[in-house]
């Protein structure tokens, strides 16, 4: 099995969508392992993000990253990582099917940066750096 980590970004604690989004990870069978609500810092926003320095949406990402509080989840499950992308939807909500989360849930708000409700890692390699930096301990 493999486990992933999945962000609700600060629209989706905002808009209250936290438990929606845990009810469906687990209505997909994949097994909560650990769940923090927690305010980023820059320099974890810096170390998760580093894929991204010098792009143009980067300084509203991470500056949207810090507008509140995120949940922070692990989840584990065969196929987790690829599973919970495809529950996610693509990365912009306008485009993203329904009944995926940004499908259902996410939309366009015309600002500098997607808010789209949800972070998944996008490899095992990702996955293994990512749980990492937002769970030391586990
Ligand atoms: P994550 O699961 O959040 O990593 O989304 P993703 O893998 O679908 O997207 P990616 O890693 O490419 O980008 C990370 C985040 O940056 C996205 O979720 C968006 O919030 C934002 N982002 C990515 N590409 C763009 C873009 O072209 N324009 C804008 N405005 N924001 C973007
Ligand atoms: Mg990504």
């Known amino acids: 099995v493999s486990r992933t980590l999945v ?11 936290s438990g929606e989004i845990l009810r469906r990870i687990e209505a997909k069978g994949y097994t ?7 305010h980023a810092t ?3 926003l810096a170390q998760h993000y580093a894929e991204h320095e010098g792009k143009p949406f980067y ?8 507008s509140g509080p995120v949940l922070a ?29 940004r499908g259902d849930l996410g939309r366009d708000w015309g600002l500098k ?3 789209n409700l ?10 293994a750096r990512e749980i990492g ?3 030391p301990n586990l």
């Open 7 to 17: 962000l609700v970004k600060p629209d989706g604690v905002r808009r209250g969508l």
């Open 32 to 38: 909560l392992v650990a769940v923090e609500l927690t």
């Open 42 to 44: 820059d320099e974890l």
């Open 59 to 66: 300084a509203p990402l991470v500056e949207f990253m810090r």
């Open 73 to 101: 989840v692990v989840a584990e499950g065969q196929g987790v990582i690829p599973g919970f992308r495809s529950l996610a939807g693509a990365t912009d909500p306008t485009a993203a099917a329904p009944g995926t989360i």
């Open 113 to 115: 940066v997607q808010q």
């Open 118 to 127: 949800v972070h998944g890692s996008d490899s095992e390699e990702s996955a």
């Open 133 to 135: 930096l937002w769970f």
